[in-house]
């Protein structure tokens, strides 16, 4: 059974930086695609950043230039730093991950239970 794990999300105020981390642990093959989304509420889950097994990143418009996206195979982790954090970012922010197993050899998309990042004005 693959889980994704995520952490670091909490409250800070406009202008400052989080950095979250997602884990998978299980039995997998590979780890292909990784990223963030996040849900506003009211909103629907947008995606934030991906990064790849071969590692060229996407980052989305809202995104770019404040967030960056990061992978550490050996740990099987991805990262997500904030910066520059404004209230618009408050939202749960889930991790994504596309993971080949010996049953889906091809990948299957696994998703975390979320983590909130509150920004306050």
């Known amino acids: 059974q693959v889980q994704l794990v995520e952490s670091g999300g909490g409250l800070v105020q406009a202008g400052g930086s989080l950095r979250l981390s997602c884990a998978a642990s299980?039995?997998?093959?590979?780890?292909?695609?990784m990223g963030w989304y996040r849900q506003a509420p009211g909103k629907q889950r947008e995606l934030v950043a991906t990064?790849?097994?071969?590692?060229?990143?996407y980052t989305a418009d809202s995104a770019k230039g404040r967030f960056t996206i990061s992978r550490d195979d050996a740990k099987s982790t991805v990262y997500l730093q904030m910066d520059s954090l404004a209230p618009e970012d408050t939202a749960v922010y889930y991790c994504?991950?596309?993971?080949?197993?010996?049953?889906?050899?091809?990948?299957?998309?696994?998703w975390g239970e979320g983590t909130l990042v509150t920004v306050s004005s």
């Open positions: 994504n991950a596309e993971i080949a197993t010996t049953l889906r050899p091809y990948g299957v998309d696994y």
């Open positions: 299980g039995s997998f093959i590979k780890i292909n695609k």
């Open positions: 990064i790849h097994s071969s590692g060229v990143t």
